[in-house]
Every structure is written in C-alpha cells, then in structure tokens.
C-alpha cells in the first residue's frame, strides 16, 4: 500500500496497479450492453464494479464496492471512448470518485494505447494528471477531476494553449 501525496487527505491506493500500464487485468467490458436493454447495462456494471475491486483491491473505499453503494453516470465529452462516472454514495471526497473509461471500438488502428497508457501513468506518477489506477483489457480506471468540456469555440482560443 501507499500512501497518495497528491490528496490532502491520506489515502491508500492499489500499488499493484496504480501507474503500471503494462499490468493489464485480463477482464473487458462489453460497451454494446451498456448501450443495450437495461438489463443487460445492469449486468455490464455488476461487471465493471468486479473490475473495480480487484484493480483498487487495496483501497478500504473501493475494495468490497456493491452496486447498491455507487451511482454510475455517463460523461459526456468523450470523442473516441466511453466515459463513466462511479461515484460512491457516501462519497465525501475527490477519492470517492473515478473515471471508467472504455477505450473506442476500432481505436486501435489511430490511437496507440500502450503509448497513451505509458504516458499517462508517467503524468500521475509525477502528480500532473489525475490518479492512473489500472487498465485492464479494454479500458482503464483513473481518477476524477471536476470540469466540462470545452465547446468548438472555446477550443480555438489562442490564450488557452499559452
């Protein structure tokens, strides 16, 4: 276990899995079912709620996580992936919320994801991006930061990228 300089807060985070891109759980989601019959979208979060315990294993606040203690959202904004927001109920801090990206169907042939991982876990391990808590066969856990999206206008203003 290890403790997280970059909260406030102590925190204990999974060392196993946190900034290690090439340890990958060899578990995916199936992003049809999510998009499916409520059943079946039902299922695939009891699925990634298994995902969520065994990558953040060691983590009091996620370790024995049920589906009666979170709320799952979509994010929107994602261009290429799926985005969701697991938010614990009881959830009083940054810690008690994360981001369940699946990565895009047929990404594979523009986005290197080994590179994005690799580059990512780099950012969080220096403590410039938000937490990288694990990847698994077709996503990655990270934690959240509280924003939007930028609109297409705002995305072409000069003094955003000084």
Do not use: C
């Not at 919320?97 to 523009?110: N, R, S």
């Amino acid at each position: 276990m290890m403790v997280d300089p970059s909260n406030s807060q102590t925190a204990l985070v999974s060392t196993t899995y946190r900034n290690k891109p090439l340890h990958i759980l060899p578990q995916s989601v199936n992003i049809d079912k999510l998009l499916a019959s409520e059943v079946e979208k039902e299922e695939e979060y009891l699925k990634i709620l298994s995902i969520v315990r065994q990558i953040l294993f060691d983590d009091d606040r996620w370790s024995n996580i049920q589906r009666e203690d979170v709320n799952i959202t979509d994010l929107l904004g994602g261009v290429t992936n799926q985005l969701l927001l697991i938010e614990r109920k009881d959830g009083t801090s940054q810690l008690d919320k994360l981001v369940f990206k699946l990565f895009g169907q047929a990404t594979i042939d523009f986005i290197d994801r080994m590179t994005e991982n690799l580059i990512f876990s780099r950012l969080s391990s220096m403590e410039f991006s938000p937490i990288f808590y694990g990847v698994f066969e077709n996503g990655r856990i990270e934690g959240y930061l509280p924003g939007r999206t930028l609109t297409l206008d705002e995305v072409t203003l000069s003094w955003l990228y000084r």
